[in-house]
């Protein structure tokens, strides 16, 4: 029985112990299983990926007729190169077909890519104990596991990165693997020339980060930084992000800072109050914050809140206005805090 744990699998990718047999990848990353079954290909190819016969497969295709596997995998590659199926979307109603190649797949590898199954699924355990089969779980990327390819992505293309780069980029990727690796190469494109990359840049480019986006705004406008502001505000709304929703959660983050800050004019330490907030914010804010609630007075906050809310009401009346509202208040509300 050979059932590797999610943490082998990286390494038997670079030296498979088998040659021929029946490969499944499976888990809840799509995206990890097809690199999987990518790399595990790549591999089995050896030095002449040119030679490699390569049939794909759809697991409906073999569902209508049992027998397409077993032709697939017994027929001979015509120039001599090595013969792999690759069958896509497997389930237990490969189980059956899968029985008769069990024990003897000729010198044909047989990688299935396959969904979540569970330990007892007759499918996985088919291939578990199999003498000439292996499991690949694919599981979503742990922190760890996440930095290493983040760190080994950059640093293949030479590319120095900011130590606040990481967190972010792990903060808001590792639900699929696909979705990672498209979105490091975005990254590594977008810094071919400079060789640098920072998190702005990371919070600019990676557009399905909206919460950062936001975040980006709220901290922009609150420290003070009108270049940081727009850059932020522009990025949100070419993501189509409601100004009004903007307006909103300005309205929410200067009440909260209006709060906080009655905390520190009771006697505590603006690094303090915000270590102490429940649930705490992301680490990479923390600097950000504290430098707002020392910039800002009581009096300042109060006026910041009721610059936004007149704003907000101005966009409810004038909606084709909207996005002009929204810049107006959040550079007059960056000036407040530039000018102390």
Not at 174 to 181: K, L, P
């Amino acid at each position: 029985m050979t059932a590797l744990k999610a943490h082998e699998v990286a390494r038997f990718l670079t030296r498979p112990d088998l040659q021929a047999g029946i490969f499944l990848a499976y888990g809840p990353d799509g995206g990890l299983v097809r690199e999987t079954a990518q790399r595990l290909i790549r591999q089995l190819g050896g030095d002449d990926p040119e030679g490699v016969s390569l049939v794909t497969l759809d697991a409906s295709e073999i569902d209508a007729d049992p027998s397409l596997l077993a032709v697939e995998a017994k027929t001979v590659s015509l120039f001599g190169g090595k013969r792999i199926v690759r069958v896509r979307g497997g389930g237990k109603s490969l189980v059956m077909p899968l029985t008769e190649l069990r024990d003897d797949p000729g010198d044909t590898a047989i990688i299935v890519e396959a969904g979540n199954l569970p330990p007892r699924d007759p499918l996985r355990a088919l291939v578990e104990t199999a003498k000439l089969g292996r499991a690949l779980p694919c599981f979503a990327d742990s922190d760890e596991m996440l930095t290493n390819l983040i760190l080994e992505t950059f640093n293949k293309e030479g590319i120095r990165i900011d130590p606040d780069v990481i967190p972010t980029l792990r903060e808001n990727l590792g639900n699929d693997r696909e979705v990672t690796r498209r979105e490091l190469d975005k990254l590594t494109l977008y810094a071919a020339t400079t060789k640098t990359l920072s998190r702005d840049e990371v919070l600019l480019l990676c557009a399905d980060n909206g919460a950062l986006v936001i975040d980006a705004i709220l901290d922009a406008a609150g420290s003070g930084h009108a270049e940081k502001l727009e850059l932020a505000v522009n990025r949100a709304l070419s993501a189509n992000v409601d100004p009004q929703r903007l307006l909103a959660m300005a309205t929410i983050h200067f009440a909260n800072l209006r709060r906080w800050r009655t905390e520190v004019d009771g006697g505590k330490t603006p690094r303090a109050v915000i270590e102490g907030l429940k649930p705490r914010p992301h680490f990479s804010r923390a600097g950000t914050l504290e430098q707002q609630l020392r910039q800002w007075s009581d009096r300042g906050l109060a006026a910041a809140t009721e610059r936004i809310l007149s704003a907000t009401a101005e966009s409810r009346r004038r909606p084709a206005l909207a996005e002009a509202t929204l810049r107006r208040a959040l550079l007059a509300v960056a000036t407040m805090a530039a000018s102390g």
